[in-house]
């Protein structure tokens, strides 16, 4: 009996099982390739160049979010890798945020060119180099716009917290206006009375010494 069927189908198996942990490695170095990406620049996490279109950003995020989907791989950290993928994605969809990261890169840009003292049109800006220190660059700006932004939330929230106490100060005095006017009015009669008895003790007195002796 001849073995030679038996031996294409291990083959073939062999081939898919190759196939698999092909797909597997992909998956693996992407993930791995996003949580090392510096996490407040978008277009690094999704790998894109700054000034896409919007259907660019779609489809790369589509296409890697199928990818890295968590019910698609056994890798571990793969629900992290889709998080971030897809809050990157959401950054770059907000016109405003988006707005701000391109013009951190645009200033990080011209960082690089004014402490070098060249010009736009200097040759160094078309090396490689040039490419990896922008990107260095763009890091340290965006981390110091995010320490700004920070410091700028923090002084928020003090001085929040310093209006609302000043708030709670205000309250509490009306609070202890009205329950000392509470307290006046349910003495009113208590007070009246002791002063007609003061009068009246008064009068007493005043006609014992009025009256005629003998």
């Not at 003495?187 to 002063?195: F, G, M």
Request: hydrophobic share 30%; glycine share 2%; charged share 50%.
């Amino acid at each position: 009996m001849s073995t030679k069927p038996e031996k294409a189908e291990d083959d073939i198996d062999a081939f898919e099982a190759l196939e698999s942990e092909e797909k597997e490695f992909v998956k693996d170095a992407e993930i791995d390739r996003i949580l090392k990406a510096f996490r407040l620049d978008a277009y690094a996490v999704l790998d894109l160049q700054p000034g896409v279109p919007e259907s660019d950003i779609k489809k790369c995020y589509r296409t890697k979010s199928l990818l890295i989907h968590p019910d698609k791989t056994k890798n571990e950290r793969a629900p992290e890798a889709f998080d971030r993928l897809k809050k990157a994605q959401n950054e770059l969809m907000d016109e405003k945020h988006r707005e701000r990261l391109d013009e951190a890169i645009a200033d990080a840009r011209m960082l690089l060119i004014r402490d070098n003292k060249w010009t736009v049109d200097s040759p160094e800006l078309k090396t490689e180099q040039f490419a990896r220190d922008w990107r260095e660059k763009t890091k340290m700006v965006l981390i110091d716009n995010e320490h700004r932004r920070r410091r700028q939330m923090k002084a928020q929230m003090q001085e929040e917290g310093r209006e609302q106490k000043k708030a709670d100060d205000e309250m509490e005095g009306r609070k202890r206006k009205r329950e000392h006017e509470q307290d006046w009015e349910k003495t009113r009669d208590q007070r009246i009375d002791s002063w007609r008895d003061f009068q009246k003790a008064g009068e007493k007195k005043k006609k014992k010494k009025q009256k005629p002796l003998g």
